[in-house]
């Protein structure tokens, strides 16, 4: 059960789960035992069957048939990409728009956007801006005759005879999910409200949302793209979560499951069920969270997260040891006001499928083979090239090996497919075309990690890397290096690290609000135009919603942030308040905070505070601490590793070539232990590659501290 008050999870274990496009990653967690990490392949007709494989993976592994371990799990948390699928593949309801009249337009036009330094994502070149494929076509986009001002004054009354006919007539098309989003519905919600009365009298059984609870925040486009994407990604969900629920229950589950949630925590599956739209990087968010934590264990303060999986390459940031956030993210070519734990993915994954294209360039992604087929070394099919049929070539990954020896390689269906669609083509050795394989992904991959540091402002030396997924040590003491980062470190639960991070997650709730706020031009202390007894009246109203969303557990921590610009801009920045009253002097060091961002961001001198400040979003997040685990102690080893050595095999390396290099026993290669590289490490579901002149660390809580200055 999901812990509340003073309760601790009662059963024997904590699972934590996460899915991705090749597999499916389990976590056990049991007191004072080492996290037990398990994969299995994705099950894609029915993801649910992918979770119960691992389940029985676990059952076996601590001796107990299935019923009997899912009765003794006391808590089992979920990061999922159902979301992000079905946005990306267009598979979620068909969804009706109910919006004010002169509005009907706003998801087709959505906002003029250009390219500046230091807005990423959200701006782009107008020659290669595209508009989206439309969720919520025309002809199912209604309007009513209704408006509330900028100041939240009725100017025009919702008409319920309009309304109910319009809620008719969008019934008979045979949508199954409804948005509504009025103009100014957050300052004024009372017009959405009326709608949803209604609905609940002529339409109970539809899927509704209203922009006033899933994004209380100014800009009618973005508020009405994410209410859309919530109505139209809820059904998908909602199914997704009971048929999860009733296999596991199936299985001998009794308890509660908790959803991973983008914007930093866990939530009920209840309460994502109702907030889709919050679960758009959910899957990727643990991973980052988790990082986060071993970071500030380790005194990282900066760090790159780098997963690596069979489908993509997400990457995120934690800087001063907290994640970076974003409030306004890009998916599916819409602009959600949703915050987020800001990860940006590319298609490098092991099983990213290598091409030649038409000018006769070797192509590395974004297509993925998946789980099914799968690589052709899977044997299941496929006859496309991938970055694992590549790794298996050169000798890296041990094909007898794979994930424990549970799943076996065919070496000679790498080589066919490579010699097929690359070596061939280009006239050269399969050999040759494996390592062009692994050194193009590696190289897109060291591009985004310079992307996402520098377009913000950032040095990536300043940065430490972690690795995880299951392709992710195999390839990042290179694309480490490339990127001319020092320091890199593969956490012990790097295999299944977002799974991890979804089980010791804290549970989490935000909430905002947008409450105007401008300062007049010309201010020599700008904060002082700030009404700071409104603004902590705010802030307090939000700290009791999210209170009682957390069932007001007497654990629940808060964090308060206000977010700046200056006059007549369009982007904010957020700003954290310190605990207590907000006086003047909280809100002068914040101005400060703000400002030193503002250049940090987009250069030295480039604040103008003359200009006059404005305050629009006030955002509030409550969290309620992981319980029920607690990490082993630490050991500090007696740093011999002769008992991992297992062999010997030539592994080819583009800086020295094929080169006879020592094989290890991952998990027998224990705190203390020094190696320097080449070498290759082998654990059940990962292979740790380390390079020649690199060298290898492990620190008392298994980390593995790799300096890949060896092969810069």
């Known amino acids: 059960m999901q812990p509340s008050g003073n309760d601790r999870p009662t059963g024997r274990f904590l ?7 090749t597999f499916t990653d389990l976590v056990l967690l049991e ?30 592994a601590v001796g107990l048939p299935l019923p009997d371990f899912c009765a003794e799990i006391g808590y089992f948390a979920h990061g999922t990409t159902a979301a992000t699928n079905a946005l990306i593949e267009r598979r979620g309801a068909p969804t009706a728009l109910l919006t004010t009249a002169g509005f009907a337009d706003t998801l087709l036009v959505q906002r003029s956007m250009t390219s500046w330094v230091g807005m990423g994502a959200a701006t782009g070149h107008y020659s290669r801006r595209r508009n989206p494929e439309p969720i919520v076509p025309r002809e199912l986009v209604a309007v009513a005759d209704e408006r509330v001002d900028s100041s939240g004054r009725i100017v025009v009354q919702l008409d319920e005879a309009e309304v109910r006919s319009l809620l008719r007539r969008l019934k008979a098309t045979g949508v199954t ?72 229950q199936e299985g ?64 995120g940031l934690v800087v001063d040891g907290e994640p970076l956030v974003e409030h306004t993210a890009e998916l599916g070519n819409y602009h959600l006001s949703l915050p987020r734990i800001k990860v940006t993915a590319i298609g490098a994954g092991g099983g990213s499928i290598a091409s030649v294209d038409e000018v006769g360039a070797l192509v590395v992604g974004p297509r993925s083979a998946g789980s099914l087929p799968g690589p052709a070394c899977y044997g299941r099919g496929g006859n496309q090239p991938t970055v694992t049929d590549a790794d298996v070539v050169l000798g890296i990954i041990d094909p007898e090996y794979f994930l424990d020896g549970r799943m076996p390689l ?29 050194q193009v992904a590696d190289n897109q991959m060291a591009d985004l990690l310079r992307k996402v540091t520098v377009e913000q402002g950032r040095d990536p030396r300043d940065f430490v890397v972690f690795a995880y997924g299951g392709a992710g040590p195999t390839h990042a003491s290179a694309y480490t290096a490339a990127a001319g980062i020092g320091t890199l470190v593969v956490p012990p639960t790097s295999t299944v690290h977002s799974a991890f991070g979804a089980v010791t997650s804290d549970r989490f709730r935000a909430v905002q609000t947008t409450d105007v706020q401008r300062t007049q031009p010309g201010l020599s202390d700008p904060a002082s135009g700030i009404d700071t007894e409104r603004l902590e009246r705010s802030l307090d109203e939000l700290v009791a919603r999210c209170h009682a969303d957390l069932d007001h557990d007497p654990r629940a921590q808060f964090v308060r942030s206000v977010h700046l610009k200056f006059r007549k801009q369009t982007h904010e920045l957020p700003v954290v308040l310190p605990d207590g009253p907000v006086t003047g002097e909280v809100m002068r060091a914040a101005v400060v905070d703000f400002l030193t961002t503002y250049e940090r961001i987009y250069g030295t001198g480039t604040a103008m505070p003359a200009a006059g400040l404005e305050m629009h979003t006030l955002r509030v997040e409550g969290r309620v601490p992981a319980r029920g685990f607690s990490a082993p102690e630490p050991d500090e080893g007696d740093g011999d590793w002769s008992a991992a050595r297992t062999g010997s095999r030539d592994v080819y390396f583009p800086e020295s070539g094929s080169v006879p290099t020592p094989v290890l026993r991952g998990e027998l290669v224990g705190p203390g232990s020094e190696v320097t590289g080449p070498a290759v490490l082998e654990f059940a579901g990962t292979t740790v590659v380390i390079g020649p002149g690199q060298h290898l660390r492990v620190d008392p809580f298994r980390n593995l501290l790799i300096d890949c200055k060896g092969i810069s």
């Not at 109970?204 to 006033?212: D, G, K, Q, R």
């Not at 988790?290 to 303060?301: K, M, Q, T, V, Y």
């Open 31 to 60: 007191e004072g035992v080492q996290p037990r990490l398990f994969k299995s392949p994705t099950t894609p007709h029915d993801r649910s069957e992918g979770i119960l494989d691992a389940l029985a993976l676990a059952a076996d």
């Open 410 to 438: 065919d070496r000679a269906l790498a080589e066919k497919a490579i010699l097929e669609h690359v070596a061939g083509p280009l006239g050269m050795t399969v050999l040759e075309a494996a390592a062009g394989i692994r």
């Open 177 to 248: 999910a409804l948005a509504v989003s009025f103009l100014w519905s957050f300052l004024r919600p009372e017009h959405e409200r009326m709608v949803a009365d209604l609905v609940a009298e002529e339409w109970p059984e539809v899927y509704l949302t209203l922009s006033h609870e899933i994004a209380p925040v100014i800009g009618e486009y973005e508020r009405t793209a994410t209410t859309v994407i919530n109505s139209y990604l809820g059904p998908v969900i909602r199914d997704y979560i009971a048929r999860l629920e009733s296999r596991l």
């Open 15 to 21: 699972v934590g789960t996460d899915i991705g496009g």
């Open 252 to 315: 001998g589950f009794r308890g509660d499951i908790s959803i991973m949630d983008s914007g930093g925590g866990v939530m009920r599956a209840a309460d994502a069920a109702r907030r889709s739209a919050s679960l758009l990087t959910s899957g990727p968010a643990g991973g980052v969270l988790a990082s986060a934590e071993l970071a500030g264990r380790l005194g990282f303060p900066n760090v790159i997260t780098s997963d690596m999986g069979g489908t993509s390459f997400d990457v």
